[in-house]
Every structure is written in structure tokens, then in C-alpha cells.
Nanobody
Framework: QVQLVESGGGLVQAGGSLRLSCAAS????????MGWFRQAPGKEREFVSVISGGGSSTIYADSVKGRFTISRDNAKNTLHLQMNSLKSEDTAVYYCASSTFFTSVAAQYDYWGQGTQVTVSS
């Protein structure tokens, strides 16, 4: 069992930055690949980024590539998402999730956090 708690969301102007964090507890979090997803009102949940258990591999959605950076600190069981050059279309609830697969497919993630709201004003 893995428990995930996101933090760091908020309101920011377009062009600004936010850093999301996800604290993991329970079974050794470093065994799992960790991902970020987001869901905007009226839209399906979409993949943002994933990082491998050891942190050496990452994948980004095209929409955030070059603007967002995923990282993890396994010593602290913490996942981060640094979001720069934010746009209004980045507005969504952001979720962290863990998986035994290194994947962008939401259905392959076993554990999810409760989400944190990110709102980007234009």
C-alpha cells in the first residue's frame, strides 16, 4: 500500500512558475515509477510526466515538454514537478500516482493522491 499526498498548487499568472510536491508513504516508494497527471474541468485525465523508480528516465507530454521538470528524492520519498512558463491551458487538478510500470497510461497506475488545484490566470 502506498499513500500519496500532493501539495504546492495555487493561483499563478501566466508565465509564472509553481512547484508541486507529492509525499509518499507506506511501502518503499522508490520501488515504484511515479507519474503526474492532470484533469481540467469537463476533460479527461491526461498524462503529464513520469519518472522511473531510480530517477534516471523521464517522459513528458508534448504539451509540457521544455516547461515542466519532474524529479524525485527517494531518500525523502518525495516527487516534484517544477512548472515554468505556465499557460492558462495548464489550469487543472494535478495528481501524482505510482505504478510498477514505466508508463503514460493512467489505467496502469495503482495508487493516486487526492489532487492539488493549479489555476493559471491570463
Amino acid at each position: 500500500q502506498v499513500q500519496l499526498v500532493e501539495s504546492g498548487g495555487g493561483l499563478v499568472q501566466a508565465g509564472g512558475s509553481l512547484r508541486l510536491s507529492c509525499a509518499a508513504s507506506g511501502r518503499t516508494a522508490s520501488r515504484y515509477h511515479m507519474g503526474w497527471f492532470r484533469q481540467a474541468p469537463g476533460k479527461e485525465r491526461e498524462f503529464v510526466s513520469v519518472i522511473s523508480g531510480g530517477g534516471s528516465s523521464t517522459i513528458y507530454a508534448d504539451s509540457v515538454k521544455g516547461r515542466f521538470t519532474i524529479s524525485r528524492d527517494n531518500a525523502k520519498n518525495t516527487l516534484h514537478l517544477q512548472m515554468n512558463s505556465l499557460k492558462s491551458e495548464d489550469t487543472a487538478v494535478y495528481y501524482c500516482a505510482s505504478s510498477t510500470f514505466f508508463t503514460s497510461v493512467a489505467a496502469q497506475y495503482d495508487y493516486w493522491g487526492q489532487g492539488t488545484q493549479v489555476t493559471v490566470s491570463s
